[in-house]
Structures are given as C-alpha cells and as structure tokens.
C-alpha cells in the first residue's frame, strides 16, 4: 500500500524520530544500519536481506528488527537500498510505490534508461532518490569547491589503488573503483566530455582512462585491484598551483611558487627548489554519516539533493566508456598478438 513522502523533520520540533532502514545488508548495507542506528533523531526500525539469517543476525547487532522488504516499507521514512545492482531498479521502484524516500548505493542502476525513468517518478511522487557517492561526502572533497574558486584547472589526476580482495567482485574496477573519481570529477568539471581513450587488463583488475573536456581539462584516472599499497589521491593542476586531496586521511595540501634556484655556497653552486606548501584545516569526520545525515535532511526538511540520480546516470555513462574503450583496446592488442604467433616465413598460417 502507496503512502504520501513523510516530511518530518529532524529538530526538537518533531513528534518522533525518522524512521530508517536498510534493504540488503551486506557489507556496505551493514555500515548503512550501524549510521542510521548512531544519528541523532533517527531511529533504524528494520533490516531486509534476500538472506533471511543474514538480516536476521545483523538485526540483532543494532537491536532491530528484521522484515521482508514489502513490510519494512511499511515501517519507515527512509531506506537505503544496498542490494547488488541488478536488483537496484526494482527496489528503488518499490520505494518510491510506497511512498519512501530512498538513497541508492552506487551504481545506481545498470540501465541508464530505467534510470532516467525511476528518476521522474521519484519526482512525480515527491519521493527524495539520492545516489550513494560516499565521496562526495569525504570532508576533503566538501572543501574543493571553496579552494577552486577563481581557479581553473588544466588537469585532474585520480589515484584509486589497492591490493586484491578476499571477495568475490561482481564488477569490473572500472565500475567499482573508479566510478567514485569520476563521479568527483564530472562534479568538479563543468562541461561536456569531448573524448575517452582507455586501457584494461583483460581481467579488469586494473584500468587507465584519459578523458577530454570540451573546455580543455584532461583528467587521467587509475583504478587497480593489483597495487599492494592502498592509495586514494585526486591531484587538480592549475597553472598557479597544485591541489592535492588524501582520501584516506581526508587532508588537502596546496603546492605553489615554486621556484628554482641556484645558490652560491662555500664558492660553489648548489640548486634549490624551493616550493610553498598550505595545508588548510579539514574538519574530518565519516564520510558515510555525513551522506546518510544529508540524505535525511533532504528527504524531512526539503532541502537538496546533493548527489541526485541525473550525477548516478552522468557517472554511470562515462564508466561505460571508458569500459568499452578498454575493452576494444584489449582486444586489438589480443588480436595483434594472435596475428604474431601465426606469422612463419612463408606467410600467415
């Protein structure tokens, strides 16, 4: 049964806390409860899980309850929807027939088409569809917007290495990994891709990717399940400066003036590179509580949507290029390598 969007707010004004859940609670879905169990004004009410043990123990961690996703529904405001993404669009769908605000975790769904359409109906029926970008939230990156003002970049390098999983991962790094660096970046760059050059390994382990603004910023993207250190770095060049963001310990630094020098010392020569660095004060905190307390403001007070299902879909589109750029480029080199090994003096085999 379809309800009308609760608008409660959070405040002292409020007759009862917001009432939250969670549809799939595998590790990221389990984050997900722990958050909503910690805010402040929010009450987690419930658990969904194909798994019906699995919801049944994590229920029992955060002192819930565990429901079918049809009952769960009725029982909350807001929902996160943290279930493999083939079954993204037909919860999402679910929620918002039922009335319920939902945060989707990212990728938001595997058919941009769908997409387009859950995203009209969320907006028909009043219903708040937030896509979960957990990076917009890092404070490091919350601080760019305020730090590129009057800049204008000439290139974005992105970074997002580490060692392999002891998991099973249904998507390629592209897809997984470094959607979370695109996403940053098309939110940093406003203008349209020009073009998309991209290269894999043939397992999908690891992927670079150039990508082309139409207003002439080149950013360079990495993503690896090989690398044995873990690194998360976004580096944004101008011509003045560097700015570089640490996910990891959510820091930014800033490089400039710097200058080369050759110095006299001791009747000799000795060059010096001399460079300034500022390192600006980043209130830190959990990235998670900062996007599911957002995705709580915007579904009780009205307020905005700070990573809307259009950036889901922008974001989801160039992974796909960049995927089938990579793809094509393996197979040419597969090709080319096959084509070699056939080759004898008396010609092709």
Same mark, same amino acid.
Not at 74 to 90: F, G, K, N, Q, W
Not at 173 to 176: A, E, P
Not at 254 to 270: K, M, W
């Given at each position: 049964m379809s309800r009308e969007p609760d608008g409660l707010r959070t405040d002292g004004g409020r007759e009862r806390p917001v009432r939250a859940g969670?549809?799939?609670?595998?590790? =990221?879905?389990?984050n997900h409860a722990r958050v909503y169990a910690e805010l402040r004004g929010v009450e987690l009410v419930g658990v969904a899980d194909a798994d019906a043990d699995r919801a049944a123990e994590v229920?029992? #961690? *955060?002192?819930? @309850?565990?429901?079918?996703?049809? @009952? $769960?529904?009725?029982?909350? #405001?807001?929902? /996160?929807?943290?279930?493999?993404? &083939?079954?993204?669009?037909?919860?999402a769908r679910q929620c918002i027939d039922a009335g319920v605000h939902a945060l989707v975790e990212?990728? *938001?769904?595997?058919?941009?088409?769908?997409?387009?359409?859950?995203?009209? $109906?969320?907006?028909?029926?009043?219903?708040?569809?937030?896509?979960?970008?957990?990076e917009r939230f890092n404070p490091a990156v %919350?601080?760019?917007? #305020?730090?590129? @003002?009057?800049?204008? &970049?000439?290139a974005i390098t992105a970074n997002r290495l580490g060692p392999p999983l002891n998991r099973e991962m249904g998507d390629g790094?592209? =897809?997984?990994l470094m959607i979370h660096d695109i996403d940053v970046v098309l939110s940093l760059v406003d203008a349209e891709i020009d073009r998309v050059a991209a290269t894999a390994t043939p397992d999908e382990q690891y992927a670079t990717a150039q990508v082309t603004f139409e207003n002439g910023v080149i950013a360079s993207l990495t993503a690896s399940r090989l690398t044995q250190q873990k690194t998360r770095t976004l580096d944004i060049t101008a011509r003045d400066r560097l700015i570089r963001v640490d996910y990891l310990n959510q820091s930014v630094?800033? *490089? %400039?003036?710097?200058? &080369?020098?050759?110095?006299?010392?001791?009747?000799?020569?000795?060059? %010096?590179?001399e460079v300034v660095m500022e390192q600006p004060m980043i209130n830190t905190g959990e990235p998670l509580k900062r996007e599911l307390q957002a995705f709580v403001d915007a579904a009780t007070d009205g307020g905005p949507v700070l990573v809307s &299902?259009?950036?889901? $879909? %922008?974001?989801?589109?160039?992974?796909?290029?960049?995927?089938?750029?990579?793809?094509?480029?393996?197979?040419?080199?597969? /090709?080319?390598? /096959?084509?070699?090994?056939?080759?004898?003096?008396?010609?092709?085999?």
């Open positions: 969670v549809i799939g609670v595998g590790s =990221m879905g389990t229920a029992a #961690d *955060f002192g819930t @309850d565990a429901y079918g996703i049809e @009952d $769960l529904l009725e029982h909350v #405001d807001v929902v /996160t929807v943290a279930v493999p993404t &083939p079954y993204h669009a037909s919860v990212k990728p *938001f769904v595997d058919d941009l088409g769908v997409g387009a359409e859950l995203a009209a $109906l969320a907006e028909d029926r009043g219903v708040v569809l937030q896509v979960g970008h957990i %919350r601080a760019l917007p #305020d730090l590129l @003002d009057g800049v204008e &970049p000439i790094v592209v =897809m997984d630094q800033i *490089f %400039r003036q710097s200058r &080369p020098d050759y110095l006299r010392d001791n009747g000799g020569v000795r060059y %010096r590179h &299902p259009a950036d889901g $879909l %922008r974001a989801i589109d160039l992974a796909r290029r960049i995927e089938a750029d990579a793809e094509s480029t393996v197979q040419s080199v597969e /090709t080319a390598e /096959t084509t070699e090994t056939t080759e004898t003096p008396e010609g092709r085999q």
